[in-house]
């Protein structure tokens, strides 16, 4: 029967930089049974974000991390949102310029990835934090 | 019983800038008396677009003004798609950069938003103009 | 009845460039006999993406070319990822800043696209290659 499972998992990152969750989410659709669908996974954050990228090889996510710093300057003399700090307001652009949400297909059972793409929660600020990452699946 | 609930409003902008609308988001989700499932929120418009930002402090989306109007001058040399003024063609990229669609998950009758989460419309033209954005609900 | 149809379709793209498939999720869509709910396009690749974007003038593509090929060099000295050329890192960014998927909502049996909005996908690297693109429609 067609429905919609709803749940919600803690991510503690450890300061700027992409985490792969692909793995977790996996896990969550395997549970709900779903054969054919959609999951959409959401961080419920402002200054953290998802990203699907290459998970094959380090390097091209340390590149990513150096593009955005370059970027987003944490030093723009026009920022005026700086209560929390340099990384406070370029953790919301970040944010901006990449995804608060993202949509996979689900096809036999399984995350339709492709073999190079990898699901990463994005954290913005250089100190890590709890983040919550909602994981909703439609689908039979 | 699972079900689709396709609805439309239009907001009147009045230049660039980012609006506020999770309030009329979160209406149409009440009105529709789904408990669990996503709701996508689309903009029909090549020249705005939508963003989940943090809606507490609005210096926050004074600074992202900035950030977008120094990464994509209007005045850049290489346009040739200039008919409609100077803010025409940068109002596409920043439309490409953000985002034309945001599916938020529904869990308990409510968006599932984080504690500083607001869903804006990113008008990117000069003048204002009614945009129209298509709000659909799967859930039951 | 409520239900969900997943298909793929592999496009096959002649280098670095936009290149118009509404037309294709249109008729995927058709075939469904969807009248109410959502379809959702996914890119199966890291150097290649999805955007929504003004398909009326071919110029405003090219303006957008033109943009990313300033936004993110091919020469950045900070690029280690660079194995495949100096295509390789940037291609990734590219899609990284632009979209893997879009949701597009469905009612009265058509895509609820603006007048001037048209999905592309976004090539990023120098050759072109068969992507993968599955599309998701879900409704009744």
Redesign the interface.
């Known amino acids: 029967?067609?429905?919609?499972?709803?749940s919600?998992f803690v991510y503690r990152t450890k300061g700027k930089g992409t985490y792969e969750i692909t793995g977790r989410v996996s896990e969550v659709v395997r549970a709900s049974n779903v054969q054919?669908?959609?999951v959409?996974v959401?961080?419920?954050?402002?200054s953290a974000s998802l990203?699907?990228?290459?998970n094959a090889?380090p390097?091209?996510r340390?590149?990513?991390e150096?593009?955005f710093a370059?970027?987003?300057p944490e030093d723009?003399k026009?920022?005026?949102?700086t209560?929390e700090g340099p990384d406070d307001?370029p953790s919301?652009?970040r944010?901006?310029?990449?995804?608060?949400?993202?949509?996979?297909?689900?096809?036999f059972g399984q995350l339709?990835?492709?073999?190079?793409?990898g699901l990463f929660l994005y954290e913005h600020r250089d100190q890590g934090s709890d983040r919550?990452i909602?994981v909703?699946i439609?689908?039979?």
Chains 1, 2, 3 share one sequence.
């Open positions: 029967m067609f429905a919609a499972h709803s919600e054919t669908g959609l959409n959401f961080v419920r954050h402002t990203v699907l990228f290459e090889d390097t091209a340390q590149d990513l150096r593009f370059q970027l987003v723009a026009y920022f005026s949102h209560l307001m919301h652009i944010m901006a310029l990449t995804r608060t949400s993202e949509s996979i297909p689900v096809a339709q990835l492709g073999t190079w793409q919550s909602v909703t439609l689908g039979n």
